[in-house]
Structure formats: C-alpha cells, structure tokens
C-alpha cells in the first residue's frame, strides 16, 4: 500500500517545475479568494458563526490534502451546499447540521468502497445540467439582498419575493455599484489577462 502510494507520488510530480509550480500556486489562490468568503457564509448561514465555516474549510482542505485524494479532485465549500443546508436548519437546527455532515460522510465511503463512481459516466447530460442550472437559480436569487443592499423576510425564496412587496423594495447605490463593478470586470476581462489573473480573483 505504502509502496503503491510512493509510486504514485512520483508519477504525479514526474517533471513538475517551477513553472508548474506558479500555475499552482495561482490555482490555490484563486480557490481559496473564492471557497473562503462561501465558507464564512456557510458558516453563518448554518447557525453556527463565521469562524467554525473558516476552520471548517482549512481543516477539510489539510486533511484531504494530506490523504492525497485524486488528481483532478476539488475540495471546499460548495454552492450547493446553500440550497440544502437552509431546509436543513429550518427543520433541525444546528444539531441537523452535523448529523447530515456525518451521515453524508459514511453514504460517500460506502460508496468509495463500493465503487459507485463509475455510475457518473451513465448520468443523462441533461440532468447534471439541469441540476447545476437549478443550484445556479437558488444562489443568484439568496444573493438578490446583497446586490442591492435590501432586507428581506421569510424562509423560502417565495416568501422573500412576497416581502418585497409588502415592505417594499428600497435598493441602496453603494452594494450595487461595487456588485456591477464585479460583473463588469468578470465579463469583460480580457482573455491574455486570465492567463496570468483570473478576473475571478
């Protein structure tokens, strides 16, 4: 095993230099400028606070790295994780947190034990579309408060709708103008650029 996983490791780093290196580096970068911030709202949004989703991130991120994973393997926060965490604490509080994280924790080595990720392959195109489509909706709409610096009230994406219209709706210039500076960077930052700085970054 020990022998297996040496080898590995030198058919990983066969040819690595510093040029490699920088591209890391600037990959590492780039993930932590965004899973840090998702993390900090994870956390918050869990009912715990800031710091247990920061800790939480760098904690996953270490154990994961030192367990080598796989080569094309991403870990952190995920978007996702938006969508399900908030029913979740809805129903369960904090404590549901936790019993999910760990029951998810055992589902996924049973199925690394069980070799379930070749069923990936088999999963309709339009189906992993449409789900990251979906996901992609419930996190633009979470983020509608941010954008334009409003208040809204209720526990669903509807009733939060709805509250704009019984309270109104008053946008605030100073988070829509550093949002649509964000945007305005993202979509018109030149492709040479991304090469060295990902507008992401």
């Not at 009912?47 to 991120?61: E, P």
């Not at 904090?94 to 996924?108: E, H, K, P, R, T």
Request: zero cysteines; a positive charge; glycine letters at 14%.
């Amino acid at each position: 095993m020990i022998k297996q996983f040496l080898g590995d490791l030198k058919t990983e780093f066969k040819g690595y230099n510093l040029s490699k290196l920088s591209k890391d580096l600037m990959a590492g970068i780039t993930v932590a400028a965004v899973a840090l911030p998702l993390a900090l709202a994870f956390g918050v949004s869990s009912g715990a606070d800031a710091a247990a989703g920061l800790i939480t991130a760098v904690l996953a991120g270490v154990i994961i790295g030192a367990l080598s994973g796989a080569s094309f393997q991403i870990s952190g926060p995920t978007g996702a994780m938006s969508a399900i965490l908030g029913s979740i604490i809805l129903q369960h509080g904090l404590q549901g947190v936790f019993i999910a994280g760990l029951m998810s924790g055992v589902m996924l080595l049973i199925a690394g034990l069980l070799r379930f990720g070749k069923l990936v392959s088999i999963i309709p195109m339009p189906v992993i579309t449409g789900f990251t489509s979906g996901i992609a909706v419930i996190i633009a709409m979470g983020q509608i408060d941010n954008f334009f610096g409003t208040t809204s009230v209720g526990d669903s994406t509807l009733s939060k709708f709805a509250s704009y219209f019984q309270n109104g709706f008053h946008p605030r210039w100073e988070p829509m103008l550093i949002g649509g500076i964000v945007l305005l960077i993202m979509i018109f930052w030149p492709k040479k650029w991304g090469a060295v700085m990902p507008s992401s970054l």
